[in-house]
């Protein structure tokens, strides 16, 4: 069984930064795609950010992209979402998930690529 959790979600004044951070547990982290996504109230969760088991390919949604940055450190089983330049749209609780597809290197920003799922981390931008 794949434990995800994540934090360092809170609450931050449009224009700020966080980081937050997704250990992993259960099995071999360095072999699975993981992703960050997001849902805001009343709205469905959607794709924020992805990264490949290899870290070889990384992708955004055109709403974050130039704000946030995603890596992954395999020898700490983590991955990490930089947040800069936060806007008050970006208030969602932000979730990080685990590909279903061991050594996957291709674009998955659908939420059925994706099969294990942390608790997820309020994340507050206030104006």
């Known amino acids: 069984q794949v434990q995800l959790v994540e934090s360092g979600g809170g609450l931050v004044q449009a224009g700020g930064s966080l980081r937050l951070s997704c250990v992993a547990s259960?099995?071999?982290?360095?072999?699975?795609?993981m992703g960050w996504f997001r849902q805001a109230p009343g709205k469905e969760r959607e794709f924020v950010a992805g990264?490949?088991?290899?870290?070889?390919?990384?992708y955004y949604a055109d709403s974050v992209k130039g704000r946030f940055t995603i890596s992954r450190d395999n020898a700490k089983n983590t991955v990490y979402l930089q947040m800069n330049s936060l806007k008050p749209e970006d208030t969602a609780v932000y979730y990080c998930?685990?590909?279903?597809?061991?050594?996957?290197?291709?674009?998955?920003?659908?939420?059925?690529?994706?099969?294990?799922w942390g608790q997820g981390t309020q994340v507050t931008v206030s104006s």
């Open positions: 259960g099995r071999t982290f360095s072999s699975y795609g």
């Open positions: 990264i490949s088991w290899s870290g070889g390919s990384i």
């Open positions: 998930a685990a590909h279903k597809i061991p050594m996957y290197s291709g674009r998955s920003d659908y939420v059925y690529d994706y099969n294990y």
